[in-house]
């Protein structure tokens, strides 16, 4: 079994910063791309940012460079580095990664609560 648990949510205020972090657990020997995707009630969940296996990074153009995702290979670990929260910010954030089982299958975590709020 394998599980994804994001953490570092939380309320901050507008300008200000977080740094989300997945962690990856379980029968995970390989894996492939990780994304950080995020949503709001009523509204498709939408991808941020994606990053490979060997660290090429994709983002969503309306990020405009806040964010900055990564990732530890060795610990099975992504990151969203959030810098110049808005309010429209305010999502659940979701990680994904892409694991090798009999065949290549996209896992989710459970989400954590972004509220950017003053």
């Known amino acids: 079994q394998v599980q994804l648990v994001e953490s570092g949510g939380g309320l901050v205020q507008p300008g200000g910063s977080l740094r989300l972090s997945c962690t990856a657990s379980?029968?995970?020997?390989?894996?492939?791309?990780m994304s950080w995707y995020r949503q709001t009630p009523g509204k498709e969940r939408e991808l941020l940012a994606e990053?490979?296996?060997?660290?090429?990074?994709n983002y969503a153009d309306s990020l405009k460079g806040r964010f900055t995702i990564s990732r530890d290979n060795a610990k099975n670990m992504l990151y969203l580095q959030m810098n110049s929260l808005k309010p429209e910010d305010t999502a659940v954030y979701y990680c994904?990664?892409?694991?090798?089982?009999?065949?290549?299958?996209?896992?989710w975590g459970q989400g954590t609560q972004v509220t950017v709020s003053s």
């Open positions: 994904n990664a892409d694991i090798q089982r009999l065949a290549i299958v996209s896992f």
């Open positions: 379980g029968r995970v020997d390989l894996i492939y791309a």
């Open positions: 990053i490979s296996s060997g660290g090429d990074t």
